[in-house]
């Protein structure tokens, strides 16, 4: 049942020129928007990519991230489409329902993102409250773990202004991370250090083709987290012009960025060492001879990973909300608050499963069968969007050229294929479960049907 306090039609609650009403606050902006994109794309990974891409391709950093932009610039498309076309919390669950119009497949859908958001944030709690954070103080890993993941939900709970208002600050300061690597990098060079030569070495016996490839499936990893955006589309502000400035901006943004943290990367260190460093950028930094304090990059790592789980928090919450409003979920999770309109029952309930999930500890299996689920919603949402041409909308959207879902469908199944056969029987059972789920739900709603019938007979 909703929550009967909540307005049926908010004053803010406009057709927004032509797009649906909703009952949540259109509070986010533009640049408030691009900011939310650009905090989740950049999140914590890069901080720790460099190391890795090294051992792949050598010097040629710069290769893959761009490879990787291009794949990533191609799933947007088909998001930017849809996301105009049906702006509804809910993303990629809402397009397979109206592309396959079976409850099911949009649930597995659904649930497959919800999986990724909520096993994320787990992992990004953990993260927190490693070793970055022992650099200031000595606590036990689960306790901060779970601390951190209440602080994100009540920020959450509160509104989506005061969320993204804290996510324009954190991604200001991760954001200056790593303009501090490009910066000191350049300064190095231009006092005569490193080696900008290096930016173009490949390991030995390695073929330019096939180790960009090999990169630009560990780069695009980087560029995940856009699609958490189409979940908080009830709450922007004139989306249909609104949504692809700001997404294909930050991507934009984002992919110059990490193409001179890699170029910057390359010259400071040789591949090997940058291989071996658990902290590649800090390793950047200091081989660069600048005077940056240590504590600082962990500091800003720390801001960075908070960031991280708080947009993904806020994905999971509004995925919740909007399944629920479909009847995907149980109508108790569509519940928001009276005054801040926020899904306060969907928020409690994915903290809850994240702060469980920080118990499992060992979260790397995990980490992997969160890219594939992705890589599923990104395949579901390429073929959606070829689908669902011949439906008609009555407000303006955005179009994306026809040939793109295509080659988005492409570089999702050249991604899959390079995922290990334990991580897809692990990515297989969580959907099973999912199934399970969906099927108790619908009995549950079934008995209610009935007993509702006996009731008025």
């Not at 051992?55 to 290769?63: D, E, P």
């Not at 001179?260 to 010259?267: E, F, R």
């Not at 600048?290 to 600082?296: A, C, E, Y």
């Not at 990973?305 to 009847?327: C, D, F, H, K, P």
């Amino acid at each position: 049942m909703r929550d009967e306090k909540a307005p049926a039609s908010p004053p803010d609650a406009s057709t927004d020129r032509g797009e649906a009403p909703t009952k949540l606050r259109r509070a986010i902006t533009g640049p408030l928007l691009y900011a939310f994109i650009l905090g989740d794309v950049l999140g914590a990974g890069i901080y720790a990519l460099m190391g890795v891409l090294a051992g792949k391709v050598g010097g040629l950093l710069w290769a893959p991230l761009i490879l990787a932009l291009l794949m990533a610039l191609l799933t947007a498309g088909s998001y930017a489409e849809l996301v105009t076309k049906y702006p509804r919390a809910g993303g990629a669950a809402v397009f397979a329902e109206r592309a396959f119009r079976s409850p099911l497949v949009s649930f597995l859908v659904g649930f497959s993102m919800l999986a990724a958001g909520v096993t994320s944030a787990a992992g990004l709690s953990i993260a927190f409250a490693g070793d970055y954070f022992r650099t200031f103080i000595d606590l036990p890993t689960t306790v901060v773990a779970v601390v951190f993941l209440a602080v994100v939900g009540a920020l959450n709970a509160r509104g989506i202004r005061e969320s993204m208002t804290a996510n324009l600050v954190m991604t200001a300061i991760e954001l200056s991370g790593l303009v501090i690597v490009i910066v000191v990098a350049a300064v190095a060079l231009g006092r005569g250090g490193g080696e900008l030569g290096r930016a173009l070495q490949l390991p030995e016996g390695t073929g330019v083709a096939g180790a960009v490839l090999a990169g630009a499936i560990i780069a695009f990893y980087s560029f995940v987290g856009f699609e958490t955006s189409a979940n908080v589309v009830e709450e922007v502000r004139h989306p249909t012009r609104t949504y692809p400035r700001a997404l294909f901006g930050a991507l934009l943004t984002a992919g110059v960025v990490y193409v001179l943290v890699g170029v910057a990367s390359a010259a400071m260190l040789p591949a090997h060492e940058l291989g071996k460093s658990s902290g590649p950028l800090l390793a950047v930094v200091a081989a660069s001879g600048v005077n940056v304090p240590p504590w600082l990059f962990s500091l800003i790592a720390l801001i960075a990973v908070a960031n991280g789980a708080l947009l993904t928090m806020i994905m999971s919450s509004r995925l919740t909300y909007g399944m629920a409003e479909q009847g995907l979920l149980p109508q108790v999770l569509a519940r928001v608050l009276p005054h801040r309109r926020t899904p306060w029952v969907a928020i409690v309930v994915t903290t809850l499963v994240a702060m469980l999930l920080t118990l499992v500890g060992d979260l790397a299996t995990l980490a992997e069968t969160v890219v594939l689920l992705l890589l599923i919603v990104f395949l579901s949402a390429n073929v959606s969007v070829l689908v669902l041409r011949r439906d008609k909308v009555e407000h303006k959207h955005f179009r994306v050229w026809t040939f793109v879902p295509f080659l988005g469908i492409a570089s999702c199944l050249l991604l899959m294929t390079q995922q290990r056969p334990a991580v897809w029987l692990f990515a297989a059972i969580l959907l099973a479960v999912g199934a399970v789920l969906y099927v108790m739900a619908r009995w549950g709603r079934s008995r209610a049907a009935l007993r509702e019938s006996a009731r008025e007979r």
